[in-house]
């Protein structure tokens, strides 16, 4: 069994950026199929006939696999051991594309030790995607509970 993974809460300092190890170049397939699974009927995020139509001329890739890839990306680095709690303020300043290579950081913003269950923190972190252009083409915050080290 593996005992030591992911951060504690007293590992997680306001202010530290983590920078995801890996990035991930978004495939075609990636978009259309988790489009059409999600049952999202936008043709902008698989049909490319209608995509040349629109002003960026190429299918856009679906905002909720870009939430979910760029909130995997993070988790290594802050919330392998964590409970999400939600997520708020999601920006999308940029459009990803399929070929667009997307890596995550997050800065820790806030933390305290839970009022409801004991041994927990509550930590607030900024994450941003980002291109290989080192463009944000998203921006969101989100709020984990953290276990508390065992002394």
Do not use: C
């Not at 397939?29 to 995509?51: C, Q, R």
């Amino acid at each position: 069994m593996i005992e030591s993974v992911g951060r504690t809460y007293e590992d997680l300092e306001v202010g530290a950026v983590y920078r995801s190890r890996f990035g991930r170049t978004v495939l075609d397939a990636d978009n259309v199929w988790f489009t059409l699974l999600t049952m999202n009927t936008n043709p902008i995020h698989f049909d490319a006939e209608h995509a040349a139509k629109t002003e960026w001329k190429r299918p856009l890739v679906d905002s909720t696999f870009t939430l979910a890839l760029v909130t995997g990306l993070s988790v290594a680095d802050v919330s392998e051991r964590a409970v999400n709690l939600g997520w708020r303020e999601v920006r999308l300043p940029a459009p990803v594309f399929a070929g667009d290579t997307i890596r995550a950081e997050t800065e820790i913003l806030e933390k305290r030790e839970s009022q409801s269950r004991q041994g927990q923190g509550i930590v607030t972190v900024r994450t941003r995607g980002l291109n290989q252009r080192d463009e944000v083409v998203i921006e969101f915050e989100r709020t984990i509970m953290v276990p508390i080290a065992d002394d």
